[in-house]
Structures are given as structure tokens and as C-alpha cells.
């Protein structure tokens, strides 16, 4: 699987797994480790933001 630009936005309700920043504010979120690791992705808690992209 190739992997994704870091530049490639990411909207609420996406399932994703690994670590995330708002476009925004740059908050940080992780998938969680148990059970499936898939993370469905919400509206940032700090600014209301609906867009994500992958961190690292």
C-alpha cells in the first residue's frame, strides 16, 4: 500500500488508524491500541474543525 502524502486531508467520520493532526489548531489524536486500533475521526474538541491530516 503506498503510503499517503502528509498533505492529504482527512474528514470527520473517516476510520483511520495511527496518530492525526487538526488542520486547524494542530491538536494530536491517536487511534486507540485495543480492539480493532480504528479510530473514527470527530470534530476537533479545541476548535471545531472537521479536517485531519496524518502525523509523521
Known sequence: ???RET???FHVGDEVTGAFRC???DLLVHSPR???GVLVLPPCP???SESWRAAG
Open 7 to 9: 498533505t492529504e486531508l
Open 46 to 48: 479545541l476548535c471545531a
Open 23 to 25: 488542520a486547524e489548531c
Open 1 to 3: 500500500m503506498p503510503s
Open 34 to 36: 485495543e480492539n480493532d
